[in-house]
């Protein structure tokens, strides 16, 4: 039996009696329920090795399990910055205690976030000004986060700070793995436009951890994070089969708008141009896919990928505001307009549309910097 026949025995098994119970979109306190329950099957991150909680899988192993997720249209994990990002560093740079963390991080008991950005800096994480200066056996934290995603639920934290204030600016960095209820540390949800509150604002104020939390080398801690944005963006992969499926439900459902009118010809040749996108960015997946498949790691299509994921999620969620009508944009709760408003951010997350177009330039076209 293969993985993923497996994993489609596991979902069979366990996912309808979850939906009876949490429905078809769960909140946060549901997708950790059904991360304990892909868990028990070592599903959440079936790449990891075994002895951290994993199946072992090679990577495009791991993609086909994530594919039959999307097709089961399985909900995402509570913990998701702790296993896609956080726990993989760890694996590679952390210390035998350190690596205590990750069964609790697939398990969901241990919820990680990344204080990376920083207020004046955004996606310039070689200018963050947090301080951590050593004294004795332990390092004392001052400075501020900002739009730290999942900071307000989270237990944990990878944190960036500067060790060596003196050194060139992509040096004298080190990272930190902090438990969040460490006294000195101060959490500020963000309200968003949605009216959510997925990010926070984090303060240190003479913060102690011990020295034992360094993850890396002192000063040293820039490789470290390269380690962490690279399996951040390796995932994006899987967002072109997301965005091809995305369009096809739409197109597919779709003979009449929400108030029940025939739909005009301008919606109709929007939803045209959302069909071409989705498939050419489904043939770049594909193609990355190959690349995988031949030399163990994602050709140059993955920044394309990641640029046209983002501004086709925004793009794709106002035309389907479009066809919701005048009800879509005044009406109460409306899932439509949560979607919109949602869909602004995603040429800011996981690396700005400004970054993804610099790394295109520089490592795909080979422009001088």
């Not at 070592?42 to 990891?48: D, E, L, N």
């Not at 241990?110 to 390092?139: K, N």
């Not at 390269?226 to 995305?246: C, D």
């Not at 919606?267 to 990355?288: A, F, K, P, T, Y």
Request: with cysteine; hydrophobic share 40%.
């Amino acid at each position: 039996m293969t993985a993923t026949d497996e994993l489609r025995h596991h979902l069979d098994a366990h996912l309808p009696a979850f939906r009876e119970q949490w429905g078809e979109q769960p909140e946060f306190e549901g997708k950790l329920a059904w991360q304990r329950i892909l868990q028990k099957g070592r599903w959440v991150a079936p790449q990891w090795a075994e002895e951290f909680g994993g199946r072992g899988l090679d990577v495009v192993a791991a993609l086909a399990c994530s594919e039959v997720l999307a097709e089961y249209g399985a909900p995402g994990t509570a913990g998701i910055y702790g296993v896609a990002n956080v726990g993989p560093t760890i694996a590679q740079w952390g210390t035998e205690e350190q690596r205590r963390h990750l069964p609790a991080i697939l398990d969901g008991s241990e919820i990680w976030c990344q204080g990376f950005s920083e207020p004046g800096t955004g996606s310039d994480l070689a200018g963050l000004q947090t301080r951590a200066v050593l004294d004795g056996d332990e390092f004392v934290i001052d400075g501020q986060k900002i739009w730290t995603s999942d900071g307000v639920r989270a237990s944990h934290m990878q944190l960036l700070v500067r060790t060596d204030p003196d050194a060139p600016k992509h040096k004298g960095i080190s990272a930190l793995l902090i438990p969040l209820d460490t006294p000195g540390v101060e959490r500020h949800p963000i309200r968003q436009i949605t009216g959510e509150s997925d990010f926070a604002e984090v303060y240190f104020t003479g913060a102690r951890v011990p020295v034992s939390s360094l993850l890396g080398p002192l000063n040293q801690g820039w490789g470290v994070t390269m380690t962490t944005l690279g399996h951040e963006r390796s995932g994006v992969v899987t967002y072109a089969s997301q965005v091809q499926r995305q369009v096809e439900a739409v197109v597919d459902s779709l003979r009449f708008d929400r108030t029940g009118r025939e739909l005009s010809p301008l919606l109709r040749d929007e939803l045209v141009r959302r069909w071409v996108e989705g498939r050419v960015v489904g043939v770049l997946g594909q193609r990355s896919l190959a690349s995988i498949r031949a030399t163990g790691q994602p050709g140059p299509e993955q920044s394309i990928i990641k640029l046209e994921w983002s501004q086709f999620g925004q793009r794709l969620a106002q035309t389907q505001l479009a066809l919701g009508g005048l009800g879509a944009v005044a009406g109460p709760d409306d899932a439509l307009m949560t979607d919109y408003l949602r869909a602004r951010a995603s040429t800011i997350a996981g690396g700005t549309t400004e970054v993804m177009k610099n790394i295109l330039a520089q490592r795909v076209l080979g422009l001088p910097s």
